[in-house]
């Protein structure tokens, strides 16, 4: 049987594959919207925004912005008068965020073209940054840290949020970023070394659906100094492990064996044992220098911590 084709005038189908082509990009804007509100049950963007201390007015980057879903909903919060800079590095991306700010007159936004160690954002500029399933991509996560540290004003904040299964909390951090994703306790190590001074960290913070994993939240202010952040480090240990309170039970202050072994391993680690001379006599960990918590309280036991690099793990039993 002989197909029949009806060949259309050039103007009628021009409009026909011009109405397709718009029927298309409705349909994508749609699925985009349904997809970003499934996003908001989940996400939890309210206690993030809560835990970088957004308020009117404030000046804040979205680092490795992506898409902007953030950044959309950050130029909302800080208002007329506050300030996003939603950073990322490739075309593709950069392409979407300029699209997406301009398609929304997000006109308190400014896309930045950034470098893989660097944000390029002006030092002493912003009240908080925002890293969301990005940290993991990061190959020169120091040179990141390092700078968005410079950017922060002194009482800044800068929150982390990453995703992690179950099944590769252990792993290397290779494998786990491999696989996209990473555990708490590098970056914990990571950001340490870069200055910052920790304020909370929540893992898990929230469930990704589908069975796609957990994700945690670290929130993290520059430090003066790295060796003021170990003080203060060694500081909060001495209060963590003092007999009149049950603080050493925060599970941010606690690692895992698993943790433990690996920096051991490592050289990377300092380990003290705050139990009592004779307890340390009778038996102690490798290595493990003793250091009670009476001794940790006072100014000359913090200032033989002064100065130290590897990150400090103390243990009472």
């Not at 985009?32 to 201390?53: G, Y």
């Not at 099944?167 to 070394?193: K, M, P, W």
């Not at 963590?240 to 490592?266: C, H, M, Q, Y």
Request: hydrophobic share 45%.
């Amino acid at each position: 049987m002989r197909r029949r084709v009806c060949r259309l005038p050039g103007i009628v189908a021009a409009t026909v594959v011009l109405t397709c082509l718009f029927c298309g990009a409705a349909q994508a804007r749609q699925g985009a919207a349904h997809n970003e509100a499934q996003r908001e049950q989940w996400q939890k963007v309210e206690e993030i925004f809560t835990a970088m201390a957004v308020t009117p007015g404030a000046a804040v980057a979205d680092v490795g912005a992506g898409d902007g879903f953030f950044t959309s909903r950050l130029s909302r919060a800080v208002g007329a008068q506050g300030r996003v800079t939603a950073v990322d590095i490739g075309a593709d991306a950069l392409r979407r965020l300029r699209s997406r700010v301009a398609n929304e007159g997000l006109l308190n936004v400014a896309v930045v073209d950034g470098a893989p160690g660097d944000p390029r954002l002006p030092a002493g500029s912003l009240d908080a940054a925002l890293i969301v399933n990005a940290y993991h991509e990061m190959a020169e996560h120091q040179a990141m840290l390092a700078n968005i540290r410079t950017a922060l004003k002194p009482a800044g904040r800068l929150v982390i949020v990453e995703p992690i299964t179950a099944s590769r909390r252990d792993a290397r951090r290779d494998e786990q970023t491999r696989n996209h994703e990473i555990a708490v306790a590098f970056v914990l190590e990571e950001v340490r070394a870069a200055g910052f001074t920790q304020v909370a960290v929540h893992d898990p913070f929230t469930t990704r659906p589908n069975g796609h994993g957990e994700e945690w939240m670290l929130v993290v202010t520059p430090g003066s100094s790295p060796d003021d952040a170990t003080a203060g480090a060694a500081a909060g240990a001495a209060r963590a492990f003092s007999s009149t309170n049950e603080g050493w039970k925060a599970p941010e202050l606690r690692i895992t064996v698993a943790e433990f072994k690996r920096l051991d391993a490592g050289g990377d680690v300092l380990v003290l044992d705050v139990r009592d001379p004779q307890s340390y006599r009778q038996g102690h960990l490798p290595g493990a220098v003793l250091m009670t918590p009476e001794e940790l309280s006072t100014t000359e036991g913090i200032a033989k911590l002064k100065g130290e690099t590897r990150q400090i793990v103390a243990y009472c039993s």
